[in-house]
Nanobody
Framework: QVQLVESGGGLVQAGGSLRLSCAASGNAFSHKSMAWFRQAPEKQRELVASIHSGGSTHYADSVRGRFTISRDNAKNTVHLQMNNLKPEDTAIYYC????????????????WGRGTQVTVSS
């Protein structure tokens, strides 16, 4: 059973940076695609970035050029480097492992971790 543990969130001023990490249990990590989602208060969870098992990456328009997703297959870890943070980036961030791509868009696996809170002050 896959377990996901997110870390690295916190409070940061606008323009600052944070690096999120997600440690995943389970096997065949290198063969799985992964993604980061976020959910702001009273909003639906949204896809932020994904990385295919082959290494290609995709980003939401709102974060492209500011966020970078990466993976470390040896450590079963996926990261999200977030630069030039904005107040609208405030949300709980969740990682997801083992989803699929449908029409080029990452579709989440139903298993989730607890997430990590990111708060950006203006």
């Amino acid at each position: 059973q896959v377990q996901l543990v997110e870390s690295g969130g916190g409070l940061v001023q606008a323009g600052g940076s944070l690096r999120l990490s997600c440690a995943a249990s389970g096997n065949a990590f290198s063969h799985k695609s992964m993604a980061w989602f976020r959910q702001a208060p009273e909003k639906q969870r949204e896809l932020v970035a994904s990385i295919h098992s082959g290494g290609s990456t995709h980003y939401a328009d709102s974060v492209r050029g500011r966020f970078t997703i990466s993976r470390d297959n040896a450590k079963n870890t996926v990261h999200l480097q977030m630069n030039n943070l904005k107040p609208e980036d405030t949300a709980i961030y969740y990682c997801n492992v083992g989803g699929t791509y449908v029409a080029g868009r990452y579709v989440a696996d139903p298993r989730w971790g607890r997430g990590t809170q990111v708060t950006v002050s203006s």
